[in-house]
């Protein structure tokens, strides 16, 4: 804790109410003093440079190079991704990497390069070190991607982590992307961005940083090329991005910057490099596949955070039947805790939940609970008393329990960097699924609590295992969030063999795609808060998140029938499809906005039914390539730099474009094409990319356009699969992938390859195989054939 977070406390004794602003100055001084006496005093500070080269020791893929002050090791693996580090610092041990190191490119040497300086070049890359220690990532042709500058270490005279800063230049032309959720805005514009992961203390708005999950992982596109910087240290820090500016005449260039400056661990980093989604692909095969949801999780979520009790939730459900509305689960809130305790029922409001849940199960519908890492510091408690008998929870520096306040009051926090700790956690689920929860959402996981907004719950001196190596919490505050969702997944992994986990987090890191997806946390309710629930979903896709999705009609207020109409046109084109109402923002049933919202809500729930057979095609597709379902304008073009401006619309795959509407008052708007034929899906009118045209969007509907030749799966009026096929233009082909999916369990289906084609007047639609082109497996229906 510092300065800013005492602040903070003592300005929520306005904000809050005496007694919780009171509790919340309390935690702050008890963590200030915690601090204060387990960790370290900085004291004077010595700069560091690592100074002028030495020599070389050739290794695999590379080797260590020699400064006065410091070495940097510095390797190519065989699949072209890059690493290098300094002050000894080597790949692992990691929390973000799955399954270890890719191995090291046995063609990648080390070789003298000019000025006394050192080079590798590989087959994708060459990576050029100065003599000071500069580091240069070139294409084969020889255009520099970037340039790592020597970096500036501060070393405490008492003692402890040094703190460090990286400061690099990327193209003029270049364009940020990633950090993790962001509301700012997909693309990261100049600005200085923290990396620590934080409850804002509301409902955020665009202007909010750092929120939920902050990742030191940067997409930068630029004519020169696609590459991806991770940056594989968990510490506190700030990334301060600059853009560049391309000279005018004989004007020179400013190039874009990037300053990194970290308070501890290591400097050590991963780049990657090539088109989106080779770089895409590579990061999901350093840091794991996604998690492969269960098919009803890609339908239509509901969730209030108070419910009240069962016959509240079966009134809810009855709405929707009553009404045809599609509905795939229903999100319990901590109201249907005892007392707000992890892992508890409130037999009162839920006397039979297990009834309910078999009910709701047989009408297609799964109920998912709520998780709070926050254990009640209450003996007597079962999972408090069964945790404290097994050791799991956090001490100081001193060998005391760390209490702090949370939801249910003073409550203590497990170590999920441990191990045994994160079995103990998930053999907890069993309570979970016995009572009939198919899916789990965990919250309050930066970690965080009501009474202590804005800063991190726990003191960071607070003692973690950290996988062996040991450590405090400064190192451990932003993976804590990931360690909880490994202790969930893999526990219902052993719990329930047979089916997906679903694990939300609305914390985590870098890897964090493994045990789940993520939501946003709460949005301000506002045409700001839908534009940022757009740029926190296309942000996380970029940092290697691809199933995620933000609350419709945001969570602090009552949305306009308009605006919550909007929110839930996009949020039926988003992974995760959630409306969530908090606890002082009214309902967010369709039904209560009207009968016209009502009747456009259908045709959005209808079309998301519609889908799902794309969604679940998307979802195997990520698993297997790490591709986000949620793609920039740009994903297959990222020379264009109009579509690197464009924030305002998406790619839903390779097949559909979404343009929503983001503002009041709009009939129209425009929106940007990239290269093809593109078709109005509601229309049928074709347009020609790359353009920017304006199309409608009445109340009724947002603009999609489908791409020309696309071939998208999806469920017919009778439930079976079908293809939706997009004739190509005349004299192109087009294609599209179908993974027919059994909705659960762990098979994999085959990837069905289509192509499109013409021969004369007649349209083709055929099926790729080893033994040549056959017929569809699924009836085809085709579009756009009048548009000539």
Not at 425 to 444: I, K, N, S, T, V
Not at 711 to 726: A, C, I, N, S, Y
Request: hydrophobic share 40%.
């Amino acid at each position: 804790m510092d300065g800013r977070d005492l602040v903070r406390s003592v300005i929520s004794v306005g904000s809050g109410g005496a007694t919780q602003g009171l509790r919340t100055v309390r935690a702050a001084w008890r963590r200030r003093r915690t601090d204060a006496a387990g960790l370290p005093r900085r004291g004077a500070e010595r700069a560091r440079v690592p100074g002028p080269v030495l020599g070389v020791e050739p290794g695999p893929g590379g080797g260590v190079i020699k400064f006065t002050r410091s070495e940097l090791q510095v390797s190519v693996a065989a699949n072209g991704s890059l690493f290098w580090g300094w002050d000894g610092a080597g790949p692992l041990p990691s929390h973000a990497l799955s399954g270890g190191c890719p191995e090291p490119d046995p063609r990648a040497v080390l070789e003298p390069d000019k000025d006394g300086g050192w080079r590798i070049v590989a087959e994708r890359l060459t990576v050029a070190v100065s003599r000071h220690g500069a580091i240069e990532v070139r294409t084969p042709g020889g255009v520099t991607l970037r340039r790592d500058l020597p970096p500036r270490w501060w070393e405490s005279a008492e003692g402890g982590a040094a703190r460090w800063m990286q400061r690099s230049e990327v193209a003029a032309d270049a364009r940020f992307f990633g950090l993790g959720g962001r509301a700012a805005g997909a693309r990261l514009r100049d600005g200085t961005y923290r990396l620590w992961n934080t409850d804002p203390g509301r409902a955020l708005v665009p202007g909010d940083d750092p929120l939920h999950i902050t990742m030191p992982v940067q997409l930068v596109v630029s004519d020169a090329g696609t590459h991806l910087v991770f940056h594989d240290n968990p510490w506190d820090g700030a990334v301060t991005l600059g853009e560049g500016e391309e000279g005018a005449g004989s004007g020179h260039d400013r190039l874009g910057t990037c300053r990194l400056r970290m308070e501890g661990g290591p400097l050590r980093c991963w780049v990657l490099v090539g088109t989106p989604a080779r770089v895409l692909h590579a990061w999901s095969a350093l840091t794991g596949a996604p998690a492969l949801p269960p098919a009803w999780a890609l339908g239509h979520h509901h969730g209030r955070s108070d419910f009240g009790g069962e016959q509240e939730v079966r009134r809810i459900v009855g709405g929707y039947q009553e009404r045809d509305l599609p509905l795939g689960a229903v999100h319990l809130d901590v109201d249907h805790h005892e007392a707000r305790r992890v892992f508890t029922v409130d037999r009162e409001r839920f006397p039979k939940l297990p009834v309910l849940a078999d009910e709701l199960r047989r009408d297609g519908i799964r109920l998912v609970s709520v998780v709070d890492p926050a254990v009640a510091a209450a003996p007597g408690v079962a999972v408090h008393d069964s945790g404290a008998a097994e050791d799991v929870f956090l001490r100081d520096g001193g060998g005391k329990p760390v209490e702090a306040p949370a939801r249910p009051g003073r409550s203590v926090f497990p170590d999920f960097t441990d191990p045994r700790v994160r079995r103990w956690w998930g053999r907890l689920y069993e309570e979970r699924l016995a009572q009939g929860f198919a899916g789990f959402r965990h919250d309050m996981n930066e970690p965080t609590s009501f009474a202590a907004f804005g800063e991190n719950t726990l003191p960071r001196s607070a003692r973690h295992f950290l996988e062996g190596t040991g450590g405090d919490h400064r190192e451990a505050h932003n993976v804590y969030a990931l360690g909880m969702a490994r202790a969930g997944y893999e526990g219902l992994r052993e719990l329930a063999p047979g089916e997906r986990p679903f694990v939300l987090s609305r914390s985590g890191w870098a890897g964090m795609q493994r045990y789940g997806g993520a939501w946003s946390g709460g949005v301000a309710t506002g045409w700001p808060g839908l534009r940022a629930s757009l740029s926190l979903v296309m942000g996380l896709g970029l940092s290697g998140v691809p199933y995620s999705g933000a609350d419709v009609g945001g969570s602090d207020g009552r949305p306009s029938p308009e605006l919550y109409l909007r929110w839930f046109q996009l949020g039926a084109y988003l992974p995760l499809f959630r409306t969530h109402a908090g606890p002082r923002a009214g309902r967010r049933e369709p039904w209560e906005f009207g009968d016209d919202v009502l009747a456009h809500a259908r045709v959005a729930l209808a079309e998301r039914r519609r889908l799902l057979p794309y969604f679940m095609t998307l979802a195997h597709l990520a698993r297997r390539t790490g591709a986000p379902y949620v793609r920039p304008l740009w994903w297959g073009a990222a020379e264009d730099r109009a579509l690197r401006d464009c924030e305002d619309a998406f790619l839903l795959g390779d097949c559909l474009l979404v343009a929503p509407v983001l503002g009041p008052g709009a009939d129209r708007r425009a929106v940007r094409l990239p290269r093809g034929r593109w078709y109005d899906t509601a229309t049928g009118r074709a347009y020609e990319g790359p353009a920017q045209v304006l199309v409608d969007a009445p109340l009724s509907r947002i603009p999609v356009l489908a791409r020309a030749g696309a071939v998208v799966p999806v469920r017919g009026d009778d439930g079976v699969l079908e293809l939706e096929v997009w004739a190509p233009a005349r004299g192109r082909t087009g294609g599209g992938l179908v993974v027919a999916d059994a909705g659960d369990g762990w098979d994999e289906p085959e990837i069905e390859r289509y192509v499109t084609r013409w021969e004369g007047r007649r349209l083709v639609v055929e099926r790729e195989s080893d033994g040549g082109p056959g017929e569809p497996l699924h009836r085809v229906r085709l579009r756009g054939l009048g548009a000539g």
